[in-house]
């Protein structure tokens, strides 16, 4: 598990769930990035991008994103393979896998599976990540 050193991160957009939770800490740029990716391949599926292409290399697609924008989450590099686990593993677990870990065997076939649906259908799998990612996140914890 990755440790940024920089205070927590907030993106500036009054809707994001996460940059807005309570529970702010250093882990809420690495949040608010997959958050914004997975948002991000919604529209990505639409035009028909492959869910495969859509879910590596997000921190470059990042980078890409945040020139002359402060506000898009841009997580270091050495945080990158980090966040692109996370974002296969939200996105399987949206497809039904009760996975825990990102180093889940089963993962790989999974969106294997979810990469051969329409993309309209892809889309919703996205969009429930989000919606799945956003609860499991900002949530407060139970006391
Ligand atoms: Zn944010």
């Known amino acids: 598990m990755p440790h940024p050193t920089k205070p927590a991160w907030n993106c500036h ?5 996460v940059c ?3 529970e702010r800490d250093e882990m809420t740029l690495l949040r608010c990035a997959i958050l914004t990716l997975l948002e991000h391949g919604r529209w990505m599926a639409a035009d028909e991008i ?3 292409e859509i879910l590596s290399a997000g921190g470059d697609y990042l980078s890409g994103l945040a020139v002359g924008d402060d506000d898009t989450p841009v ?5 990158w393979a980090w966040l692109d686990a996370e974002l ?3 996105v399987a677990r949206a497809a039904g896998l009760d996975a825990v870990s990102t ?3 089963r993962i ?3 969106l294997a599976t979810a990469a051969r649906r329409s993309w309209r259908r892809q889309m919703d799998l996205l969009d429930l990540a989000a919606k799945q990612f956003t609860e499991r996140h ?5 006391a």
């Open 75 to 79: 997580p270091a590099v050495e945080h």
């Open 13 to 17: 957009n009054d809707a994001c769930p």
């Open 88 to 90: 296969r593993l939200a």
């Open 20 to 22: 807005t939770a309570p």
């Open 103 to 105: 180093l889940d065997p």
């Open 138 to 142: 900002t949530r407060p914890r139970a």
């Open 108 to 110: 790989d076939s999974v």
């Open 50 to 52: 492959p869910l495969a």
